[in-house]
């Protein structure tokens, strides 16, 4: 179709004798020639294809919707969005906002079908006569074809095909929107039509749209509001306010044409529209957080977002799971309890600093159901390194968005008493070490690794230079935390046993390796993560069960339908033996490494862990209702900067223990976490079948001097006559040297310095 004679320069001829054709195709290359009219400088291309012009079916996939977290009470904490949209029903639109729209880009909407061949006609003229591109061309299911075609385009070059202004195109899109119109109501068009478009500033459809701009719903748009969404689709960038001045002023103009265009067709009267266009644009900017630095519980958020990235149920495919996560329009409940969170960031903000360079980090779960009910770290989250922030999830492990942990220390020791006493140990059997153990040789060591191989070194492990040797038993080495007599029990019991204690309880490294299975792995060699530890000492408070860390409860997808996540847990050691453990570990607040601390007013067991060099420290314990771990060392590298005559919290520590920080947050959060709970009892621990001894009973106590008090001046309990400490020094004797020495596997251990440790 080419103009002829002298004419044929002139566009405005041009239009008229296209639409003078009278023919589908004459209006359709019409349409395509009005934007070279409006001053936009495209043409229309001829064709030679023989018109088909029969409905065709429209792919329409769903459109990206944002998926959002909320927490276990129903507050959403975090969303996540490839297009910033929350898709609504026509009737969740206020009636004004749709008269805008129809009036300004279809007037004629609800009278004709798939085109508007009166309606193409007259914004033709309005537009030449106007200068510039006042109305539009296509009707609304027109553009709402070219929508979804360019939405779905998966390349540029796609997405420059579905708006390219070409015949064939526009054939196609008619062809399209014929079978729209055949499938859907009218409201049903004009309701997809206000959730695909694009509003400028980050905001897609109608609802995020009111919400970015004004602050409010779609349901309550005003008509100065509306009229300003509705002359933004037609140039979301040029009218984008969030580009400065001149685009607002473009936006403003914008309304007052839509305003115009309402009165016109007597929708609203003259007064009505020279009182809205006296209004100020009002553009309000509102906020539209997106991504766990947005959220108020990053870590948590963190955590839920590799979940969704790492779990299959999710989708086939890491990029199927992205994709899902950013576009799927997910509703997620968590677990997160924002009671026992605020008890965790409160407690680690009171003792350690968020500019401190040492990270303290916190895990809260429930025992039974492995609900993750806290995480928390005393860094910020994000990427400023001027501001000590951090975007490694500290509480937990690398397929959670967590780093390499830290070496768990003597928190590992309560898996040797778990696996002794599964094999037939009684509380008070026990065995004699001295200050030190010596580690022998691979060729003459009685430790076997799972494989069945030998793992040794010639190397020394040491408890302090105030003592720790001589007979221990179960529960007066774990009081003690001696490193000397659980390097000997290890022995004793077996090394791939007390590994498979671990295994059972779900102890895994934090970065995702194998474990090391060397002599010292009773020390807490292996790097953990908070909600690691804390899940496996959950296994002692519910009796024996595992339970797989949870945080996500429910996931309601884009149609409503919704998908319950249950705990999954099973039994790994007899109830018996938890009760034992229980038993053991709860004196380690009265007479054990915490008793300086003291407990938190209920029945609650723990351990300390400090590891070798101070390179972190460490505090596991549980109640029967909820379980916490808490780790402290410096994210920068352990080993390079460890926790000795360092200042955290605003306090000066000549060294870091257990018990010193990690001990004490882990006490105040979890009275402030469990306050509201019933305090429970822990099951009695069968006497019958763990008390007395059996194996090696402790040696008759030595006759009394002339004192009178065996040569105990300190009131030692664990037999030191040379003792003269604090009970908090003497119980401390020895604790928390995980990773003493080169053992096989883990060149990073080293040599502990005699009189250092406690």
Request: hydrophobic fraction near 35%.
């Amino acid at each position: 179709m080419q103009a002829q004679g002298k004419d044929q320069s002139n566009p405005i001829v041009n239009v008229v004798r296209l639409l003078a054709a009278g023919t589908a195709a004459g209006v359709l290359a019409a349409a395509v020639a009005l934007p070279a009219v409006g001053g936009v400088g495209l043409t229309a291309k001829s064709t030679t294809e023989t018109l088909a012009l029969r409905p065709e079916k429209l792919d329409e996939p769903p459109l990206p919707e944002r998926t959002e977290i909320y927490d276990a009470s129903g507050k959403q904490v975090a969303q996540f969005y490839y297009q910033n949209r929350e898709s609504v029903k026509i009737d969740q639109i206020a009636p004004v906002m749709r008269t805008a729209i129809i009036s300004i880009e279809d007037f004629r909407f609800y009278e004709h079908g798939a085109i508007d061949l009166e309606g193409t006609a007259r914004a033709m003229a309005k537009n030449v006569t106007g200068g510039g591109v006042v109305q539009g061309g296509s009707s609304i299911t027109q553009q709402y074809v070219k929508l979804v075609q360019f939405n779905k385009a998966k390349t540029k070059k796609e997405a420059m095909a579905a708006i390219a202004p070409t015949v064939n195109r526009k054939l196609n899109e008619l062809r399209y929107a014929m079978a729209i119109e055949e499938k859907y109501t009218k409201d049903e068009i004009l309701e997809k039509y206000l959730n695909i478009s694009y509003f400028g500033a980050g905001a897609y459809g109608i609802q995020a749209a009111a919400k970015r701009f004004f602050g409010k719903s779609a349901s309550d748009l005003d008509l100065s509001e509306a009229a300003t969404l509705a002359g933004a689709v037609q140039n979301p960038v040029r009218t984008d306010p969030m580009l400065g001045k001149t685009a607002r002023d473009n936006l403003l103009n914008r309304r007052n044409t839509v305003l115009d265009r309402m009165a016109e067709l007597k929708k609203i009267t003259l007064v009505d529209a020279a009182a809205a266009k006296k209004e100020k644009l009002g553009f309000k900017g509102t906020k539209i957080p997106g991504g766990c630095e947005e959220s108020k519980y990053p870590y948590f958020c963190l955590y839920v977002k590799n979940e969704i990235l790492t779990n299959p149920d999710f989708g086939a495919t890491p990029e199927d799971r992205e994709k899902l996560l950013q576009q799927g329009g997910l509703r997620i409940k968590t677990t997160l309890d924002p009671k026992m969170q605020a008890a965790s960031e409160e407690a680690i903000k009171k003792y350690v600093f968020a500019k401190d360079k040492p990270a303290a980090a916190q895990a809260i779960v429930v025992p039974g159901t492995g609900e993750i009910k806290a995480l928390a770290a005393s860094r910020k989250f994000g990427d400023n390194k001027k501001k000590n922030e951090t975007l490694i999830n500290l509480a937990a492990d690398s397929k959670h968005g967590g780093g390499v942990g830290f070496q768990q220390g003597s928190t590992a020791k309560a898996f040797t008493l778990a696996a002794a006493l599964e094999n037939g140990w009684k509380i008070d059997d026990g065995n004699s070490t001295g200050k030190t153990y010596d580690v022998p040789p691979v060729e003459n060591t009685p430790f076997r690794d799972c494989k069945g191989l030998r793992v040794g070194s010639s190397h020394q492990v040491f408890n302090s230079s105030e003592g720790g040797g001589g007979f221990k038993t179960l529960r007066t080495g774990t009081l003690g935390s001696v490193n000397t007599f659980f390097m000997k029990l290890e022995e004793q019991v077996g090394l791939c046993k007390v590994v498979k204690m671990a295994e059972k309880l779900g102890i895994k490294r934090a970065d995702g390796g194998k474990l090391q299975q060397v002599p010292t792995f009773t020390l807490g060699v292996n790097e953990m993560d908070p909600v690691t530890v804390s899940n496996a000492f959950a296994v002692f408070a519910s009796r024996g069960q595992y339970c797989r860390p949870m945080a996500i409860t429910e996931v309601r997808d884009r149609t409503g339908k919704v998908t319950a996540a249950k705990p999954k847990c099973k039994q790994v050691i007899d109830e018996d033996v938890a009760d034992a453990v229980s038993e053991v570990m709860s004196g380690v607040f009265t007479k054990g490494t915490m008793s300086e601390v003291g407990g938190i007013g209920r029945d609650a067991a723990g351990k300390t862990g400090t590891t070798d060099g101070y390179t972190a420290a460490w505090f596991a314990g549980y109640t029967p209702n909820l379980a916490s771990a808490v780790s402290l060392g410096d994210p920068r590298g352990a080993f390079n900067h460890d926790l000795t005559g360092v200042t955290i919290g605003g306090r000066f520590y000549a060294y870091v223990y257990g018990a010193s920080i990690s001990g004490r947050i882990w006490k105040d959060s979890m009275i402030k976490a469990l306050k509201g709970i019933e305090a429970t009892s822990f099951a009695p621990y069968d006497s019958s079948k763990y008390g007395g001894c059996t194996k090696s009973c402790a040696p008759k106590p030595p006759k009394r001097d002339k004192d009178g008090d065996r040569g105990d001046r300190g009131d030692n309990p664990f037999g030191n006559p040379d003792d003269q400490q604090s009970p908090l020094d003497i119980w401390d004797t020895g604790d928390d040297n995980g990773g003493n020495g080169p053992t096989t596997g883990n060149g990073r251990d080293k040599p502990i310095t005699p009189g250092r440790r406690r």
